[in-house]
């Protein structure tokens, strides 16, 4: 009975060990120890070489076969420019692979025809990913990619999300310009190498503090050694101008060495026509009222210079250089504004008429350099990274103001002239470390630390006119230093499970400040330790169902300019100043999110603001005078609901949706009105449809048509009216993707003009904006050299820059 019970014993564990199932996993890296994404990896019969199972790493380059019964077994790894790597298993027990390293083949590539294919979404624990490599959208340049990014609104000189300004960063390094500069260069860059933006709501702790979402501009690895160029540009025809934008792009690599240059200039003519109606109140009663015809005409010529410089040391040290560089040059950069304002009395009756007449040029001149150095230790995946950066950046203007003023018969009563000169200097420098440790395949910790110091030198000098005598106005003109040093210092934990993906973080940043007005004798100093918490949690129900919940704190320091005291006059009735003592705005940000089959995302977000910064435009109702003036209202509250789909609708077409209702309210001071606290809110829509069509076999010729509505919105104490606007592009693709024509019109019925009312108490404005928003477009792209090989551009990460010269 022993021996039987024994044999049978024997017997069970034989056919449970035959039985069972075991796992393999592993993690792809480059011999720059990059993830490789999307690689083939086959599991193969290794005494037949017949496939069992495949699958593809994912953007971690990570992969897993599950269930996989006891045996031996051979694992086949390919990727389009390494060399194809197979693994002999003995397969017993689970398996980790670890790391496994990829040989780059350097054999060039110019006959393989890449097809396009279409644009994708997927969602991340803290982020959505919009992933457009080799797609219908890659022949654009950046600019018209962010365009039909989901969640992203172009418009009108300004980039946002959810209402509120991103930071834009290009391979996680922050670009420092102005909201204009950004888009100059995202123009001015071809999207051929463009692998995915990234749309992060809530920006983790690792991201710089200031700021709300942020914009990451993913471009692709490089795969293999040799030289590709471009040269890219478009025209677009307005009703009253043309505008023009030529550049090219080199990029040469060999096994050691990465290099790129891009060089783009853009001579435009932009065109603007403001109808502006004021009605000065005293006790309740309308005694005068304004109406002016305002046309400005603005000539730039900006260029962008952008290089990179990759060594690599050895197979764990790189050393990089970048230079980044934006020219506006004098000559090329003029600004005429033509106004004709009539005055009414009370009872609506002509009382003078005022003409003026305001020429500008100005030059910008903004010069960043940045060198990097990254050691890999010998655990995938750990390493230190620090950066050195310095921005010098120069900027002058000088304006010619002449004002006429005439009796209702047009005879002259008076004139009056005046002049400006403004420069403003800044210096930048930081310092920065960060060090990544992936604790195990599922956890990593980061850690990291940075020092900024700005320097700031404005000066305002104003001429008046006495009998045709040049006399400088002191009372107007001033210099004002601003010093301002900012350490920070973060710690984030990231956690995967099968079902549920958690990532922590917490930031300090402590800020000392010093703002010093010459002619005023005023010295403001300032200092704040801010905590900056942040919160992921994302859990995966099922194959189609999944739910998130973000949380975090975010800043918005005031720009440079904004904290500058003395008065820029416009015109004789007109200025715009700033305010040294301007707090620096705290958001909190909540959202609550569902995702159904990967293609429908239901979100609901709120974000708390305090000490919201704002320009508002307050009219002085004893002096005449409206006043441009940067400041602090006491809060603003935001929420809404928001629904989102990506969908393939057949094989030729695609469908991007998105639809938001949300409630934006401003609390804030009436400074014209004995400070008197006032509230302006409203609920809005938000409705966006881009749909993507592909014609011809080889999917060579595109067309996307999209349809935009925004329903009127708050903007600080002003109320915008609705807008709607109708675009359509067509784009053939030539000569096996080696080259691309395009033509679209953008604002086909010209509806996405607006007006701004500002109403409440003594404060009645009304803005008429017309700008030239229906634009007739042609664009061409061609490419040369191994033109397949993608770039390693790069920008810079400086929190500061993007602070420069923000209007």
Do not use: C
Request: charged share 25%.
């Amino acid at each position: 009975m022993i021996k039987k019970i024994t044999l049978y014993i024997i017997l069970l564990f034989s056919l449970l060990s035959f039985s069972q199932e075991f796992n393999i996993t592993g993690n792809l890296r480059d011999e720059s120890d990059e993830p490789i994404a999307f690689a083939n990896v086959v599991l193969l019969d290794v005494k037949n070489s017949m496939p069992l199972d495949g699958t593809t790493s994912d953007d971690l380059g990570e992969f897993k076969f599950n269930n996989i019964k006891k045996g031996q077994y051979r694992i086949k790894i390919s990727f389009l420019g390494f060399t194809e790597r197979t693994i002999n298993i003995d397969l017993d027990r689970d398996i980790n692979l670890q790391t496994i390293f990829l040989k780059e083949n350097l054999l060039e590539l110019d006959d393989v025809t890449v097809v396009a294919k279409r644009p994708t979404v997927r969602r991340l624990v803290d982020r959505l990913v919009f992933n457009v490599e080799n797609s219908t959208l890659s022949d654009n340049n950046v600019l018209d990619v962010l365009k039909q990014t989901p969640g992203v609104l172009v418009y009108d000189g300004e980039i946002t999300i959810k209402n509120s300004t991103p930071t834009v960063y290009i391979n996680d390094r922050k670009v420092h310009l102005s909201s204009n500069e950004v888009q100059q260069l995202l123009e001015g860059t071809s999207a051929n190498n463009l692998k995915s933006i990234e749309v992060i709501t809530n920006p983790p702790a690792n991201y710089e503090a200031e700021g709300g979402s942020v914009l990451n501009i993913v471009t692709s690895n490089n795969l293999i050694a040799g030289y590709n160029g471009s040269i890219f540009g478009n025209f677009k025809q307005g009703f009253q101008f043309p505008k023009y934008l030529v550049g090219t792009s080199h990029f040469f690599k060999t096994k050691k060495l990465n290099t790129y240059i891009n060089y783009s200039i853009s001579p435009r003519k932009d065109y603007r026509n403001n109808d502006e109606f004021i009605n000065f109140i005293e006790n309740n009663q309308v005694i005068t009222s304004w109406e002016t015809d305002y046309k400005r005409t603005r000539q730039s010529e900006n260029q962008n210079i952008n290089t990179n410089i990759d060594f690599e040391i050895d197979k764990k040290n790189i050393l990089g250089f970048s230079i980044n560089l934006l020219i506006a040059p004098r000559e090329g950069t003029r600004t005429n504004v033509n106004s004709i304002t009539e005055v009414f009395n009370s009872n609506k009756v002509l009382d003078s008429t005022f003409n003026t007449e305001n020429k500008s040029v100005d030059e910008t001149l903004n010069f960043a350099f940045t060198l990097d150095y990254t050691h890999h230790f010998n655990k995938k995946g750990e390493k230190i990274s620090t950066s050195l950066h310095h921005t010098n950046y120069d900027f002058s203007n000088f304006q010619n103001v002449n004002t006429n003023y005439f009796f209702p018969d047009a005879s002259l009563i008076r004139n009056n002239r005046f002049q400006t000169f403004t420069s403003q200097e800044i210096k930048l420098y930081t310092g920065q470390i960060d060090y990544e440790l992936p604790i195990n395949t599922s956890s990593q910790f980061e850690t990291g630390g940075k020092i900024s110091r700005i320097n700031s030198k404005s000066i305002l000098n104003q001429f008046t006119f006495n009998n045709d005598i040049r006399e400088e106005d002191l009372q107007n003109s001033d210099t004002f230093l601003y010093d301002e040093i900012n350490y920070a210092a973060y710690a984030s934990f990231s956690k995967n499970w099968d079902k549920w993906s958690l990532k922590l973080g917490l930031r300090s940043e402590y800020t000392d400040i010093k703002g010093n007005s010459l002619s005023a004798n005023q010295i403001n100093n300032n200092d704040y330790l801010k905590l900056f918490p942040s919160f992921y949690l994302l859990n995966k129900i099922n194959e189609n169902n999944e739910v998130y919940f973000n949380y975090n704190k975010r800043i918005y320091r005031p720009r440079y300019e904004k904290l500058n005291p003395f008065k820029f006059f416009l015109n004789d009735n007109s200025y715009n100043t700033g305010d040294p003592n301007l707090k620096p705005q705290i958001d909190d940000v909540l959202t609550l999110g569902y995702v159904y089959k990967n293609n429908y995302t239901f979100e609901f977000f709120y974000r708390y603001e305090k000490d919201t910064a704002v320009e508002i435009a307050f009219q002085d109702n004893e002096e005449n005078i409206i006043k441009y003036l940067s400041t602090n209202s006491e809060r603003g509250i935001a929420y809404g609901f928001d629904f989102a789909t990506f969908s393939k609708i057949n094989n030729n077409w695609n469908l991007y949706a998105l639809s938001s209702v949300n409630y934006y309210g401003n609390r804030f001071f009436a400074l014209e009105s004995n400070n008197e606290l006032q509230t302006i809110d409203k609920w809005s829509v938000y409705i966006e449809m881009i749909n993507y069509f592909s014609f011809l076999k080889d999917k060579s010729l595109t067309t996307d048509v999209s349809l935009l509505y925004i329903s009127p919105l708050t903007r600080a104490a002003s109320v915008i009216s609705d807008r709607f606007g109708f675009d359509i592009n067509i784009r053939k693709n030539l000569w096996k993707n080696r080259a691309s024509l395009s033509i679209g019109i953008l604002d086909i019925f010209n509806t996405q003009n607006f007006n701004q009312t500002t109403k409440y108490l003594n404060q009645d404005i009304l803005l008429k904006s017309r700008l030239e928003n229906r634009l007739l477009t042609f664009g061409f792209n061609y490419k040369f050299g191994n033109f397949r090989l993608n770039t390693n551009s790069r920008s810079i990460d400086l929190q500061e820059r993007d602070r420069l010269n923000g209007d």
